[in-house]
Nanobody
């Protein structure tokens, strides 16, 4: 069974940093685009950042560009999201997702096949 397990969430003050991790099961991790989404209370889930299997294509939402960094280590089947200069509006449940579709980073949730359980990130002002 395919599993994605996130970790690293928590409570942090505005301006602080957190590093999220998502570890995937399966032997074909290095061919999958991996992406982080988030869902704030009362809002729809939104794209945050994604990276292709080889790591040669990365995409960020405008709201996190320059503050968040996505990376992956295919030897560990893990994708990371380093979040710096955090703002209260970054408060959300963060989910990692995997797609089996080829090509670049996709921002539509419907194009992702596997999801983690989510990890809560809370930024206090």
């Amino acid at each position: 069974q395919v599993q994605l397990v996130e970790s690293g969430g928590g409570l942090v003050q505005a301006g602080g940093s957190l590093n999220l991790s998502c570890t995937a099961s399966g032997r074909t991790f290095n061919v999958n685009t991996m992406t982080w989404f988030r869902q704030a209370p009362g809002k729809e889930r939104e794209f945050v950042a994604g990276v292709t299997g080889t790591g040669n294509s990365i995409r960020y939402a405008d709201s996190v560009e320059g503050r968040f960094t996505i990376s992956r280590d295919n030897t560990k089947n893990t994708v990371y999201l380093l979040m710096t200069s955090l703002k209260p509006e970054d408060t959300a449940v963060y989910y990692c997702a995997r797609t089996w579709l080829p090509g670049g980073v996709r921002i539509a949730q419907s194009e992702y096949h596997d999801w983690g359980q989510g990890t809560q990130v809370t930024v206090s002002s």
